[in-house]
């Protein structure tokens, strides 16, 4: 693939990089290890401007290029933080903290990114400004909303800001775009079902939680089922109880939590209304009561299509039109780069990394991202650069 021979130059030293970063993954908005290393490759590879402390670990490094007077400015963004996972790839560089790792594919974004502004401070073939951004705490942490809090579009003017995330679903070095939604809306679900507690031989002297919870997940997925427009999308899933512990003791409480995820903010409405009335009601009828919390998380990751379009021309540029392929439907994972959609014009990209159909997926315990596509990413970073500020 037609790759951007300078950056191919550099392909050992990148990977280099994502494995020193895979090997000590950091959490959330602490990641001073990967910031400072950030922070320090950027002026090493003499950018004009390296800013710290953004979002606590934030960076931003500016390149301008050879003319930079034109007010011309796009911001460029990858996330660095990782999973609360423990690693299960036996790797020689596999994470060095146990519990936390790269299960998401960060470093390599991180690396891509960094891959891309040695290039583009190296040879400056484009009139304007280029921002590289990379952000802390997308995994929960709305990192890329609180940058956008601080003031990032202000210190940093740019008419558009790009994305773009590892996808090990589609094959390595293989692009796929979509205008309009590409990824959902969340929200979290936090019930608290209180009943009375009994022995477990005595079921009639108590109420019991764990029943109630079992008709509360089943009836909760008829919300999906019977109150949206069938035509719509949204998501409802409990994915933790945790009740008691004695296989013979009724106990007093269980606590239910889940998610939730839609595009359309009315199918977010449908879906917020619908768990609370379902899971009080399901209570009540048991003689239980249920406190219920539907917590709103990210809002749906939405591609502007004439961004979109430009995305789609950088990406063709690098793997060739084949390569570069229509996403049908948009996937109901969530990402926090909509808070930067949400306030500047800009599209979101995947890259596939796929080795095999057997490649575990992100979040997975064996995840470990593509080497291969490393020069892949940063020279769609470069690419989309030097087209959208063509000197």
């Not at 917020?272 to 009601?281: D, K, L, Q, S, Y």
Request: with cysteine.
């Amino acid at each position: 693939m037609p790759i951007i021979n300078r950056i191919a130059d550099f392909h050992e030293d990148m990977t280099a990089w994502r494995r020193d970063l895979h090997a000590h993954p950091e959490l959330g908005f602490d990641l001073p290890r990967t910031s400072a290393i950030v922070a320090e490759k950027l002026q090493s590879f003499g950018v004009d401007e390296v800013v710290t402390g953004i979002a606590k670990t934030g960076v931003v490094g500016v390149i301008h290029g050879r003319r930079s007077e034109t007010g011309r400015a796009i911001g460029l963004r990858a996330d660095m933080d990782a999973l609360p996972i423990l690693e299960e790839t036996g790797l020689p560089y596999a994470s060095a903290t146990p519990g936390l790792m790269h299960a998401c594919g960060h470093d390599g974004h991180t690396t891509m990114l960094l891959g891309a502004a040695r290039y583009l401070a190296e040879t400056r073939n484009f009139d304007g400004t280029v921002y590289v951004i990379f952000q802390p705490a997308e995994e929960g942490g709305g990192g890329g909303q609180v940058m956008v809090q601080e003031g990032l579009f202000e210190r940093f003017p740019m008419q558009q800001v790009y994305g773009m995330h590892n996808w090990p679903n589609i094959s390595a070095g293989t692009f796929t775009f979509r205008p309009g939604p590409i990824m959902a809306a969340t929200g979290r679900i936090y019930i608290t079902i209180t009943g009375r507690g009994a022995h477990g031989a005595k079921p009639n002297e108590g109420v019991d939680p764990i029943l109630v919870a079992s008709h509360i997940v089943t009836a909760l997925q008829s919300i999906v089922a019977r109150n949206m427009e069938p035509t719509e999308a949204g998501v409802i899933t409990i994915g933790h109880i945790s009740a008691g512990n004695a296989e013979n003791v009724i106990p007093e409480r269980a606590v239910m939590k889940g998610t939730a995820r839609w595009f359309s903010p009315e199918v977010g409405d449908v879906l917020e209304a619908g768990v609370h009335r379902i899971a009080t009601g399901v209570a009540a009828a048991f003689g239980a009561t249920a406190e219920v919390e539907f917590r709103r998380a990210y809002p749906a990751t939405i591609n502007d299509p004439e961004a979109t379009d430009l995305s789609y021309k950088a990406a063709a540029a690098v793997a060739g039109e084949a390569r570069v392929v229509p996403m049908e439907r948009p996937t109901m994972g969530a990402e926090d780069f909509s808070y930067m959609l949400n306030a500047k014009q800009g599209s979101y990209i995947l890259l596939g990394g796929g080795r095999s159909a057997d490649d575990p997926g992100v979040h997975h315990p064996r995840y470990d991202f593509n080497d291969d596509v490393l020069p892949v990413g940063a020279s769609y970073w470069a690419t989309l650069t030097e087209q959208l500020l063509r000197a």
